[in-house]
């Protein structure tokens, strides 16, 4: 509810400041068969790969060289892990008078757009006769939108509700990749293999290990156990002290090792390894025999 009077209010501002013809009337109404606007974000995580969806949405409409985006700037980053903006084209018959005034002056506008929002079209068929990449990439063509097929989704735009110039203090624009979010900023070049301390294991002890880590030009300079066993901790630390990260990267955080015994059949003695590094590893082993 909170989100939907957020976009409710966004959208009476547009058409409150909307920029009309001259000789026009009272700023124009939204439509009564328009639905309420809906958060980008919902939105761009509701289609998936061939999937489309009517909606009527509102944020900062931006064009340039290479970019006619559509982002919202009180949103940058999406709860879930979905590009968070979308490629914009507009409809042959639809009206943009209005938008195109602001952008006469200003690259960038706020607006609430109605259209019908495209996910990623549907992968060709595996051509056998080529080789597994060649196939792939082949694949892979018009799968995107926009500049350099750069953007997971397009709406295309039927109707211009409201426009409205954009505040100087509005962010520009959103991350246009992961690698561009500022948690995803530690970019990992390496570590050792972790493993289960064998002491640990013959004595059954399990838990979680947090440490906090201090890189420094991309090397770990310092390390502190925040909780867990010291049977494990110290194999912990030894570990984290061979990783190494991009040069530029000075950061300091928290890191959490997770180790797990389990009952098994048969011979089977390897450790099983998770890591979404360098924010957690999960070390799962086998118990002490029978």
Not at 10 to 28: E, I, K, R, T, W
């Amino acid at each position: 509810m909170a989100q939907m009077t957020r976009y409710l209010a966004l959208a009476a501002s547009l058409l409150g400041n909307a920029v009309l013809p001259a000789g026009a009337g009272v700023a124009p109404q939204v439509p009564s068969d328009l639905q309420a606007p809906t958060s980008l974000c919902i939105a761009l995580a509701s289609v998936d790969r061939g999937q489309e969806r009517t909606i009527v949405v509102s944020g900062v409409y931006r064009v340039g060289y290479e970019a006619a985006i559509l982002y919202d700037p009180q949103q940058l980053r999406c709860d879930e892990d979905v590009q968070p903006l979308t490629w914009i084209e507009f409809a042959k018959d639809a009206d943009t008078t209005v938008l195109d005034k602001i952008l006469e002056k200003d690259d960038r506008a706020y607006v609430t757009f109605s259209g019908t929002l495209f996910g990623p079209p549907p992968l060709e068929p595996d051509t056998p006769k080529l080789p597994d990449k060649w196939s792939a990439g082949d694949r892979m063509r018009g799968t995107r939108y926009g500049h350099q097929n750069h953007y997971r989704t397009q709406l295309l735009v039927s109707r211009v509700v409201a426009a409205a110039r954009v505040p100087a203090a509005t962010p520009w624009s959103p991350p246009s990749s992961p690698a561009d979010l500022a948690e995803r900023e530690l970019t990992f070049r390496s570590a050792d293999f972790p493993i289960y301390p064998y002491s640990a294991r013959l004595a059954g002890i399990e838990g979680e290990v947090e440490v906090e880590v201090t890189v420094k030009e991309g090397k770990v300079v310092a390390t502190r156990v925040l909780a867990g066993d010291r049977a494990l901790a110290v194999a912990a630390v030894a570990n984290i002290e061979t990783w190494t990260f991009s040069p530029d990267v000075n950061k300091t955080f928290v890191t959490r090792f997770v180790y797990t015994l389990e009952r098994r059949f048969g011979p089977l003695k390897q450790q099983r390894i998770e890591v979404e590094m360098p924010t957690l590893v999960r070390i799962t082993a086998p118990r002490n025999g029978w």
